[in-house]
C-alpha cells in the first residue's frame, strides 16, 4: 500500500523541541521531493520545508528559517522535520507529502501529490 505516516506530533511547552517522521511504504521516498506543510485551525495550508531529489538542497519558508530541519534516510525510507525553538504560533496539524515541486521559493503541491494524514503540534505552556 503506497502510503505516507507521520508521528512525532505531540503538546510541547514554548522554546521546546520536536522531531517529526514521515514513513513512506509502497514506494521508495527518495524518487521524490518531500515537503513539510502545516494547517492551524482557521488558516490555509502552508508550506513550511521541503527537500529536492534531485540534488537534496533543502529549503525553508518564512518562520521555519534558522529554526527547522528537514531531513530523510533512505534506509529507512522516512523523511524528518525537527523542529526546535517552537513557538505557540506553530501550534498545527503537520503534514508530510511526496511528489510535488520544491524550490527556494515555496513547495507546490501538484495534483497527484501523495499526503499523510498529519501528526498535530500544541505549543503552550
Known amino acids: 500500500q503506497v502510503q505516507l505516516v507521520e508521528s512525532g506530533g505531540d503538546l510541547v511547552q514554548p522554546g521546546g523541541s520536536l522531531r517529526l517522521s514521515c514513513a513512506a511504504s509502497g514506494f521508495t521516498l527518495d524518487y521524490y521531493d518531500i515537503g513539510w506543510f502545516r494547517q492551524a485551525p482557521g488558516k490555509e495550508r502552508e508550506a513550511v520545508s521541503c527537500?529536492?531529489?534531485?540534488?537534496?538542497?533543502?529549503y525553508y519558508f518564512d518562520s521555519a528559517k534558522g529554526r527547522f530541519t528537514i531531513s530523510r534516510d533512505n534506509a529507512k525510507n522516512t523523511a524528518y522535520l525537527q523542529m526546535n525553538s517552537l513557538k505557540p504560533e506553530d501550534t498545527a496539524a503537520y503534514y508530510c507529502?511526496?511528489?510535488?515541486?520544491?524550490?527556494?521559493?515555496?513547495?507546490?503541491?501538484?495534483?497527484?501529490?501523495?499526503w499523510g494524514q498529519g501528526t498535530q503540534v500544541t505549543v503552550s505552556s
Open positions: 507529502a511526496a511528489n510535488l515541486r520544491c524550490g527556494w521559493k515555496n513547495a507546490i503541491p501538484m495534483e497527484d501529490t501523495l
Open positions: 527537500i529536492s531529489s534531485s540534488d537534496g538542497s533543502s
